[in-house]
């Protein structure tokens, strides 16, 4: 291998990364905007739900518990019915995904007993969404109890209710929204560099043989390890960079906490990177159209990522036979390294088993990226 | 089909070992024989013309040569070396320039000229003279930073001579270089193919502009991935065709044909531009009989001439030859 014939095809194929739109488009604005996306696509927070209601008493209590309602940045008060079969209508119509309705009692019960039902109706086809509202239905109630134990409704309420109240455990709806975001973040940082990275180096090759200099390459004395390294170097360089911006991005604007060193991170993504590129250079050379590339590329990455790499979905809990699939995903064992690098701050000791997983899947994919591509045209 | 050359000897009167060899070779895609049992010698500073119809394998055997394409059979050399065998070094010595423009269009032409500097590993100290020189040569100066996408098809095709010879091979292979460029631009072109060759560089180059088989030392004219000649374009054309050649311009050349088709004497009978090319057998036929049989039929002719055969009548011809000893039929093609 010669460094001169290495260095002359990393420095055109850096040329040609500048020169190509869709390349730039790929390296530059797609973790930005995947950042953005599955950042945000992951947020269990739910503002502004369609809410009807159904005030059968039409008391002073309870418009007040649906002003309570109204005032919750959670709910949006659409439409007051009259009957249940209306509501029954507005959550088949999809006018509303939940309704409170206030039985007749309500105030009698509520001075009587101190404890008073409402009932919430949700629209379970979403059962997430729905189980996130009927627990946000929780808080609002309790603060209704709460400011009338306190008297700040500005009438009377017995002592008793004091006691009952303000129920901290149903608060831990909100903080989940913040926990499962600090446990995806990680994975999708990994799902974004292997899909840009095998994306990006997917087009390398096969954009060589549909403009026709592949022949005159391949007649030169260039030797195929010299094409591979050539090629994969601005890649890796451009890898980098969007590892970086994405890693600062988890942590500055999602405040995802990292708790590992920055040493066990670069050395991991680097490793990760070896490994995407070396993916996408396979695919590349074995795909002579740039379409028919990045779809393979796409859909090596991007789905076995999504769903296999324990990013989002937990291994542990797939059936044993897709468990053992998992092993061959190859962002499974970045996205446990880094997740234990931002949430537990786990050293290299602890990750020696994911990362020499990681060595082993980087030489294999080199071994063969060197072979793959064959300087003939037969 | 070999063809055996007279020895040839360089300047300095000594023997000369050839510099590119072919043995028997054969090239087949799946039934289909591209390149069927090809051989030949080429000397040093040699410009050898690869002739034939598109698809006739001369790309093919181009291919072979400089280790893209595996023979199914048969050998190459190159300088020597046996390019099945160590393809690598054969690709030090030789500059290739493909049929399919193949710089890269997104490059400027400095761009180019560095990369193929640094692949094909040219001193340093001799790089930035050679790069002036191929600017020049391609008559790009100025031009420098221009995208070589933006260039004229002349300007390009210089321009990818000017890389295949940045590392100043002994042997150079061309294929259809002049393929779709202007006639100004392809005169220019084969300048420098010839002031190549005044430097001893041995040059393999195939076309399918007959005008151009001029140009060259050797004529290896192919059909049906079969070598018909290799002869120099002086002694084929001195070649007996085996009767007289006529020119006949008239009106209605698809009708002439039509009529001329099977009379008795002709041999052989080919559409060129305007005129039909018959080679007649004078003892059977003569040129006042054909003039009559046309005139009669109501075409009008305007000239019927003998004429001296061109290489195009030689090798239509030759085709006609091999395909009547092949099928056993005699019949009649456009050239």
Redesign the interface.
Known sequence: M?W??I???A??EA??IR??TRSLIIALFMPFMQMILLGYGVSLDIKHLPTCVYDREGSQNSQALLKHFQSSEYFRIVSVLKDYREAKAALDADRCRIVVAIPQDFSQKLSDSGGSSVQVLADASDDNTANIAIGYAHSVVDQFQSDLARGALGFGGSPSLLTQGVDLEERVWFNEDLDSRDYIIPGVVALIMALVGALLTSLTISREWE?????????????PSEVMLGKLIPYFAIGMLDAVFCLVFAVYWFHVPYRGTLFALFLTTALFLVVVLGVGFLISAGIKSQVGASQIAVLVTLLPTSLLSGYAFPIDQMPPLVQGVTYVVFARYYVTILKALFLKGSGLADLMQPVLAMVAYAAVVAFLAGRAFK???? | MSAVLPEKTDKAGERTEPVLVAEGLVKR?GNFTAVDHVSFRVDKGTIIGFLGPNGAGKSTII?ML?????PTEGRAFVSGTDVAKD??TV??H?G???Q????????TVM?NL????????VPRKVLPERIRFAVTMAGLDGRENALVSTLAGGWKQRLALGCAILHRPPVL?LDEPTSGVDPESRRRFWDLIHALSGEGVTIVVSTHYMDEAEYCDLLALINRGQLLALESPTALKKRNLGGTLLSIECADIGKALHLLEGQPGLLDLAAFGNAVHALIDPARTTPEQLFALLSGAHVPVDHIVPIEPSIDDIFVRMVGEARESQEGEPGRRAG
């Open positions: 010669r001169r014939r260095r002359a095809i420095l055109k040329i040609q020169r190509d403009r026709g200099t592949m022949e005159l390459l391949i007649s030169t004395p260039v030797l300087k003939r045209l037969d | 895609f291919r400089c280790g893209l394409l595996t393809p690598e690709r030090q030789i290739y320039m493909s399919k423009f193949s710089l890269y269009g997104d490059l761009e560095r990369f193929f500097g640094g692949i094909y590993r292979f």
